[in-house]
């Protein structure tokens, strides 16, 4: 990297999720590539899965300062679980406990690097005051999209799930039964969901981009009174854990499938379906009789329900997927997944529709999303959330044969807008960063 004048300092805490380590990782190596120095703060764990990706990376060393946060030890908390990628559902608690008790040493880390800007998330608070306490200014960066916050954001200003203004998002009552705030001592939920953009200096950051989501960056914005910067898609290329036997394997397998036959079915870093639900999924597979890759990881190992796949239908895969390799395969045709954010962005981005089965969270946000912009369907489901093979069955063939020609034409025509969109937004973020950085009188050197 050439240092340059003005160089801007930058410390970037995600929270400990993969769905957050690896957007931040994306937009750290946007900022480097724009002359600005990194630092990255993250437990040793999330660490070594950067390494592997800045190693991989396809552009040679990216240099970014990686920084380790100390976590206290915690009775059942090893280290390999100071991440929410494959841990048992029942110590996430400890681990937001754990993470927040860091913020002692993070205030320290603070104070080594002195960055002339702090990039936080939303699950750290505690983060931005850190900052802010030492004159640094904090910048709120949201992983999730603009819709799914403005939908919570609209909930808690007008404690109204119905009220939101659009018909297109809506919750089932059963969503709304599931969206309980995570309780974690200590914080209020409206500081720890709401208040975070408060903390932000001027401007927030989202991964998100206008032709799909404008609409509701305004409302969000309106709410939270900050001025949204859109950073683009920030898909994760180097982001799979090296390829493996069982992946090139599996690509060869892709690779001999006709074009767009293939449903790629994942449910992200940490949501596992149950027994039951793997069932009814294979179910669906077996009377659609569509080609499929499904990623069936399970905390404990209870994937016993997952066929084996017949070897000319499917391939089961366990462990980690290259997800961005497969959904840029040209045999793949629809994408099953929980419509997690990066899911959600990569599947527009590889231009695949979506067969959503959400769980929690934005989940069933983004899943409306996708219904309302024609890009994907929706698995019908019971009073209970459950559903069943034919309703699988039904949704795989709307994306693969009744529809198929639509979506496909409607997720391509966004994905050409995100493009164009992907390659102004981090001129725009550098700009707006400069601008809110304790350097921001100096003049910022352009390529
Ligand atoms: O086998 C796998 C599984 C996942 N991925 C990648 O992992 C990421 C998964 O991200 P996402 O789809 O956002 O899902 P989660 O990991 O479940 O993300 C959490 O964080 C998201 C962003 O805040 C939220 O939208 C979700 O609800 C929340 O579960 C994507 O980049 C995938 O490409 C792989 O490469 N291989």
């Not at 300092?9 to 724009?34: C, D, N, Y």
């Amino acid at each position: 990297m050439n240092s340059k004048h003005g160089e801007l300092r930058v410390l970037m805490f995600p929270w400990l999720a993969h769905g957050h380590v690896f957007p931040f990782l994306e937009l750290a190596k946007g900022l480097v590539k724009k002359h600005f120095h990194v630092y990255l703060c993250s437990t040793s764990i999330n660490l070594d899965s950067v390494r592997n990706s800045l190693n991989n990376d396809n552009d040679g060393h990216i240099p970014i300062e990686l920084v380790e946060l100390p976590l206290p030890s915690l009775p059942d908390l090893p280290p390999h679980y100071h991440t929410t990628k494959n841990i048992p559902p029942h110590l996430m608690p400890t681990l937001m406990k754990a993470f927040q008790m860091s913020a002692p040493a993070f205030s320290g880390i603070i104070a080594d690097v002195k960055p002339d800007l702090l990039i936080y998330d939303g699950f750290q608070p505690w983060a931005a005051r850190a900052a802010a306490a030492q004159g640094i200014p904090p910048v709120l960066f949201c992983t999730s999209g603009s819709t799914s916050l403005a939908f919570f954001h609209h909930h808690h200003t007008h404690k109204s799930w119905d009220t939101f203004p659009s018909d297109a998002i809506r919750l089932k009552e059963h969503e709304k039964r599931a969206m309980i705030a995570i309780k974690v001592e200590n914080v209020d939920d409206g500081d720890f969901i709401f208040g975070i953009f408060k903390l932000s200096c001027e401007i927030v950051l989202i991964k998100s981009y206008r032709a799909f989501e404008g609409k509701y960056m305004d409302y969000l914005s309106s709410l939270c009174e900050r001025k949204l910067v859109p950073t683009g898609p920030l898909i994760a290329h180097g982001d799979d854990e090296g390829v493996d036997d069982q992946d090139l394997e599996m690509m060869r397998w892709l690779g001999e499938r006709e074009e767009g036959s293939t449903l790629y079915i994942s449910f992200g870093s940490e949501n596992y379906v149950s027994k039951e639900q793997m069932v009814e999924i294979a179910k669906g597979l077996e009377v659609s009789g569509v080609n499929f890759i499904w990623v069936a990881r399970s905390p404990v190992g209870d994937d016993a329900a997952v066929p084996e796949g017949r070897r000319e239908k499917g391939v089961v895969v366990r462990g980690w997927a290259p997800q961005a390799a497969i959904l840029g395969h040209r045999s793949v045709g629809g994408f099953m997944t929980h419509c997690g954010w990066s899911s959600v962005t990569e599947s527009v981005y590889y231009g695949v529709p979506m067969v959503a089965v959400a769980f929690k969270a934005d989940q069933p946000v983004n899943a409306r999303l996708a219904v309302e912009a024609g890009i994907g369907v929706e698995v019908e489901r019971g009073e209970d959330g459950g559903f069943d093979g034919e309703g699988v069955a039904r949704a795989i063939n709307e994306v693969f044969v009744e529809g198929r020609e639509g979506f496909r034409r409607r997720v391509g025509e966004l994905r050409e807008k995100m493009k164009v969109e992907e390659e102004e937004a981090m001129n725009q973020v550098v700009e707006e960063l400069s601008r809110i950085s304790n350097k921001g009188r100096r003049q910022y050197t352009k390529d």
